[in-house]
């Protein structure tokens, strides 16, 4: 459970963000739209605790992350999957080191076992684990990093708060549907909050539980996909304007809940 | 007046900038008594940071003896005194030029290293994604650093010393007609307690130099490339110029400690 309560938080004398509140409900799937640069990305950096609001509440879990001690902080973490939206990989490590970096680091699992779990969450993200797993991630297309990325976020102890940076931004339509399903899977079948920032509205509709409109650093929209299609609101109007075709409803039940799974 | 206000702003920033290493350096020592080891990094740097710089340090060693050699020879024998030579070497090598030598070497070679890989990682967001994976960048990178500097400096400053002094045995054999007895005993006579432990004090205090401000000005770069470029030359120069100006301190206060061991 992730609660906001009018945060506020700037770069120096920068406002990035004002008066955001919203909450994300255990295992509910939340969408977070919004034009570029209005803060999306520095939400989920929040939440993490990567950065510390100057004004309200951030709670993971029902504490103020922001006002923690560093310690409580890591253990929150570690229940927490980020996929950064560069992908943020650990270049020096191989595809294998990466995606099984939380069970190196956090489990005493033998290499044997580590090795099995990458390789099965490879195949998972739809990777051929024998081609990619001992590349450099320097040596793979950037769809095939972002899926890394994913699955390093994935394969960890059971986390219990997903928060993904445009996971599908740049990737082909296929890729991106096995990303969205990808997505959704994980959300139903381990029942984790979820958090997706992305520009794709399409995509957007196939994952969301509900819809969060951000607007240069306020917030425009907290709604369901109906108060989003019937919002009055210009600023969410002016940002939905090229998508108006598509969100008959028609899109969403024609191209993703026919379960076109990969 | 306009110099003026500038000069007042570079103190300030440096006023400003040495007390966050100041701060840093004390997170970093605190990091070094934590339980967290990273055992397998440690290794990797000492490799890479010891037999990485081999090639380096012999070469820096031998020319340096030589040409000291060269030059002190010359000017003992107009005294008659080239009998000397060998502790003339023994004291200069072991207590200033092999410390200073080395730690120049170093701060050009593994600072510049440390701070661009450093300061690389945190442009691409690695650095945030370890934070997110529950891991101490302080710990995982910082202290294994740091802890092969403090272990490697020092051997090879040594090996710096044995190579300088080998250097200076070549000259002193084939150009100033010492005979290899009269150096080796003259370089025998002065390598006593005292001036071996100001020649090792030196290097442990250089790579505590070396690790703190390289690793600061990693952790605080900002301003991708150029800024990565920025600050690894900051480093470099910073670390130099500390390693100079500590040298000269170094020997003024310690040699009143060491008197009685000459
Ligand atoms: N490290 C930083 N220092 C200063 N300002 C920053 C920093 N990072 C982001 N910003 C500013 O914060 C604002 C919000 O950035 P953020 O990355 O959250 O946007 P975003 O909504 O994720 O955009 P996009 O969709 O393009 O990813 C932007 O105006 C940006 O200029
Ligand atoms: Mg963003």
């Known amino acids: ?262 | 007046m306009a110099i003026l206000s500038a000069f007042d702003n570079w103190l300030k920033h440096a006023a400003y900038e040495s007390q966050r290493l100041f701060f840093f350096s004390a997170r970093m020592v605190g990091a070094l008594f934590s339980r967290r080891f990273y055992l397998r990094e440690t290794m990797e740097q000492m490799y890479l940071i010891g037999v990485g710089s081999m090639v380096l340090i012999v070469l820096t060693g031998i020319f340096a003896g030589q040409g000291f050699a060269l030059a002190f020879s010359m000017e003992l024998m107009d005294f008659g005194a080239k009998n000397y030579l060998g502790r003339i070497m023994a004291i200069s090598i072991i207590r200033e030029l092999g410390p200073v030598l080395t730690g120049v070497m170093f701060a050009a070679r593994v600072a510049a290293g440390i701070t661009a890989e450093i300061g690389a990682m945190k442009s691409s967001n690695q650095l945030d994604a370890m934070v997110a994976f529950g891991i101490d960048p302080l710990k995982k990178l910082a202290v294994p650093r740091l802890i092969a500097l403090i272990i490697m400096l020092p051997a090879m400053t040594v090996i710096c010393d044995v190579i300088a002094l080998f250097g200076g045995w070549v000259i002193a054999t084939l150009v100033a007609h010492v005979t290899s007895t009269m150096y080796w005993s003259a370089v025998r006579e002065r390598l006593v307690f005292g001036n071996i432990f100001v020649g090792l004090l030196k290097p442990v205090l250089f790579s505590f130099v070396i690790a703190f401000i390289s690793c600061y000005k990693g952790f605080s770069s900002a301003g991708g490339t150029k800024g990565v470029g920025r600050a690894t030359t900051n480093s470099v120069v910073l670390c130099s110029i500390t390693i100079l100006i500590g040298n000269f301190f170094i020997t003024r206060v310690v040699f009143n400690w060491i008197k009685g061991y000459l």
């Not at chain 1, 939440?47 to 992350?65: F, K």
């Not at chain 1, 490590?93 to 090795?115: D, M, Q, R």
């Not at chain 1, 409109?213 to 369901?224: I, K, M, P, T, W």
């Open chain 1, 1 to 262: 459970m992730i609660e906001l309560k009018n945060v506020d938080f700037s770069y120096g004398d920068h406002s990035v963000l004002r008066n955001i509140s919203f909450t994300v409900d255990d295992s509910e799937a939340v969408v977070v739209m919004g034009p570029s640069g209005s803060g999306k990305s520095t939400i989920l950096r929040l939440i993490l605790g990567l950065e510390t609001s100057q004004r309200g509440e951030v709670n993971v879990d029902h504490r103020d992350i922001c006002r923690m001690n560093e310690k409580s902080k890591r253990r929150i973490r570690r229940k927490i999957g980020m996929v950064f939206q560069d992908g943020a990989l650990f270049d020096s490590l191989s595809v294998g080191e990466n995606v099984g970096y939380y069970l190196i680091e956090h489990t005493a699992l033998p290499w044997k076992e580590i090795g099995l779990r990458v390789r099965s969450m490879l195949g998972f993200v739809g990777l051929d684990a024998d081609e990619v797993i001992d590349k450099l991630p320097d040596q793979l297309s950037g769809g095939m990093r972002r899926r890394v990325a994913i699955g390093r976020a994935l394969l960890s102890t059971d986390p219990e708060i997903m928060l993904y940076d445009e996971p599908t931004t740049g990737l082909d339509p296929y890729a991106t549907r096995n990303v969205v399903n990808l997505i959704n899977k994980l959300h139903r079948e381990r029942t984790v909050s979820t958090i997706v920032v992305t520009h794709q509205i399409a995509d957007a509709f196939a994952m969301a539980d509900r819809y969060v409109v951000v607007y240069r650093g306020e917030l425009a929209f907290d709604g369901s996909y109906e108060q989003l299609r019937d919002c009055r609101d210009t600023r969410v109007q002016e940002f939905l304007a090229p998508f108006r075709d598509s969100m008959t409803g028609v899109f969403k039940r024609k191209f993703f809940d026919g379960g076109i799974s990969p």
